[in-house]
């Protein structure tokens, strides 16, 4: 497989007051084309910062960040943004949708940032996604209008928007219910098999090993364990363990 995605030796310190927290030290992440991953780990275990780091949301304090091959660890924000923009879709916990945009207006929304397609283009672009996610009906509903499962339906609409590469899910399944949440981890499961790369955060070992072909296990800032699904079974890879604070 071809790698899309690869942190080398990344570190993100943060100073808070007189202390620097070292959320994440030394990690080597690599991601395939076309692989689901999971990114799991207990809450505070640095796994949200390995999710920023992966998506290009933030730049690295130490370490190298390569997207198809290019090391973009140094870019601007909005050199950064235009890149995220075309080849990673976001759907986050939280939904993040704009509550004063219509179902569909949020969905053309990255369009629009892109510069992508012409306002017609948008609008038909939009539609389809909501076809696709079941919610024709519901394209002129503010987000207060829509189910907790309806609006992440939206935020899966709206992460394929631009058809990238890469959807990256933050905890998809966290705020909805049991049966909501098997609808969306099929919807991705799905994506998948038309050959998107899928990277899922989460603290459930369950719905990684369900539903993941790849596990990175974050614990105290660092790559705990590294596992993959090989004719049905997981299996633990041995990872690198020099990093730059060891080479001389």
Request: proline share 3%; aromatic share 6%; glycine share 8%.
């Amino acid at each position: 497989m071809t790698e899309i995605i690869k942190l080398k030796d990344v570190a993100r310190y943060y100073q808070m007051g007189e202390n620097l927290v070292k959320a994440l030290d030394c990690v080597n992440i690599t991601i395939e084309q076309g692989d689901f991953v999971a990114i799991m780990g207990p809450s505070g275990s640095g796994k949200s910062t390995s999710m920023n780091l992966t998506g290009s949301l933030d730049l690295p304090t130490k370490g190298e960040i390569f997207l198809d091959g290019h090391n973009i660890s140094h870019l601007s924000e909005s050199d950064l943004a235009q890149i995220r923009g075309k080849k990673i879709g976001f759907i986050f916990q939280q939904f993040n949708l704009i509550p004063n945009l219509t179902a569909k207006e949020n969905i053309m929304l990255p369009m629009l940032f892109q510069n992508n397609k012409s306002k017609e283009g948008r609008e038909k672009k939009a539609e389809e996604l909501l076809k696709l996610v079941d919610l024709q009906d519901r394209m002129d509903h503010y987000p207060n209008q829509l189910s907790g499962g309806q609006q992440q339906r939206v935020a899966i609409a709206r992460s394929l928007a631009n058809d990238p590469e890469v959807i990256l899910a933050d905890e998809p399944t966290g705020n909805l219910d049991t049966k909501t949440g098997e609808k969306v981890m099929s919807f991705l499961e799905k994506l998948h098999g038309e050959g998107k790369t899928i990277i899922m955060v989460t603290h459930d070992p369950h719905l990684a090993q369900e539903h993941a072909r790849t596990i990175y296990h974050v614990l105290d800032g660092k790559v705990d364990k590294l596992t993959k699904k090989v004719a049905g079974k997981w299996r633990e890879v041995s990872l690198k363990k020099i990093c730059y604070e060891n080479k001389k």
